[in-house]
């Protein structure tokens, strides 16, 4: 179904995200054809250009060579540019999820005792270690991200491999008892019964207003390391409860019934090629509605 629509709201739990489009309407329905169409005529795009990369190489004059040098640096920047969209984008993906089930309150960090540089072997143990789990307990949920640890060690030498994968994971499952030696135990056991690869740590995280913008701020641009290029950044449940998006007519209703009256806790206008001015705001409900 398409629709256009100036006024979008997302609603993340208790989080309320709003998009006034001041400029023009925004079309809703297509957008996900779109970029399936706009990733193949890239792809082919890079192939044609790799391939005419190859004959300049063998049979290019200086002229061509310089040429080819040019669009190489041009296409850099915009994958670079692409790299700063999509590590906003998948940031505030994972932030929504996060913050649209608060049950998940017990942040694990998994890590290899062996190195483990390539990811691949990696993402596989790791959904070993998911499978181990929710045999056991059915009702266990997550959102993980992986991550790379710093290429040198502490002297400044390189590693030659790069650094080791590690996961973050908030989750519905941890220790009743959080004493230091309880804590200690439990780690030690569900590290020797479930992650069977390195070491397991545990932190509980109830006291936090914006789970989602917590467990952010452990997503550095590591996290896009260039073994990531084309690889899954996130992994989570797929039972999880999924943020709200709203438009149009439903989207005033919500907004002044529950918004309106709240005073938000972060504004901005920003422009684009595509929206057009824009006026967003941020707001935190008192309760879940």
Known sequence: MIELYDFKLIKSGKE???YHYKDKKML???MRRKREIERKNELEKEKKENEWAEIVEIWGCDEEKEKLQKEQAQV???QTLKTKFS???????IRRLVNT????????TLTFAKSMPSLDPANNLFNLFIKRITYNYPEFRYIAVNEFQKDTYFD?????EGGSVHYHLLCNLGPK????EKLFQWERKFATKYWQNGFVKIKEVRQVTNMGA???KYLGKDMFDKRMFRKKKFFCSQTLDKPVEMTGDKAFSFFNKYVKSITPIFEKTFSSEYTGKVDYSAYSLLENV
């Not at 590590?87 to 993906?93: A, L, M």
């Open 87 to 93: 590590i906003s984008r998948t940031r505030t993906n």
């Open 101 to 108: 089930n608060p049950y998940l309150n017990q942040f694990l």
């Open 76 to 78: 850099k920047e915009e």
């Open 177 to 180: 008892d959080t004493s230091t």
């Open 156 to 160: 400044g030498r390189i590693k030659p």
């Open 214 to 216: 917590y467990f952010c």
């Open 16 to 18: 309320i995200e709003v």
């Open 28 to 30: 809703r329905g297509y």
